[in-house]
């Protein structure tokens, strides 16, 4: 066998092999950051919303509930529902 072969063969392995190392380190490092950014994202409160502390509450007061936002962070109710109060249509 070609001796030049064989070593070309060791720094390909090589290369990728500090390769996949690299990509598992950026992939702990933006997994870790992520966390922060989609409580932020997904916080009811920061997108207008307010937690109420069910379903009727929120009709009652004219609102649409939305599950795709969180109350966890909320101070007044973090086990409640996200609630968006609507706007009366104008008419005339």
């Known amino acids: 066998m070609n001796k030049k072969a064989d070593a070309s063969m060791w720094w390909i392995i090589i290369g990728a092999v500090i390769a996949l190392v690299v990509l598992i380190v950026l992939m702990v490092i933006f ?3 992520t966390g922060k ?3 932020g994202l997904l916080d009811c ?3 207008g919303g307010v937690c109420l502390p069910d379903d009727n509450t929120c009709q009652l007061q004219e609102g649409s ?3 795709a936002f969180d109350c ?3 101070k007044t109710n973090p086990q409640g529902i ?3 109060k ?3 249509a104008v008419t005339g």
């Open 72 to 74: 966890s962070a909320s």
């Open 82 to 84: 996200c609630c968006f």
């Open 45 to 47: 409160e920061s997108k």
């Open 86 to 88: 609507g706007k009366k």
């Open 31 to 33: 997994t870790g950051k």
């Open 65 to 67: 509930v939305s599950p």
């Open 37 to 39: 950014l989609e409580g």
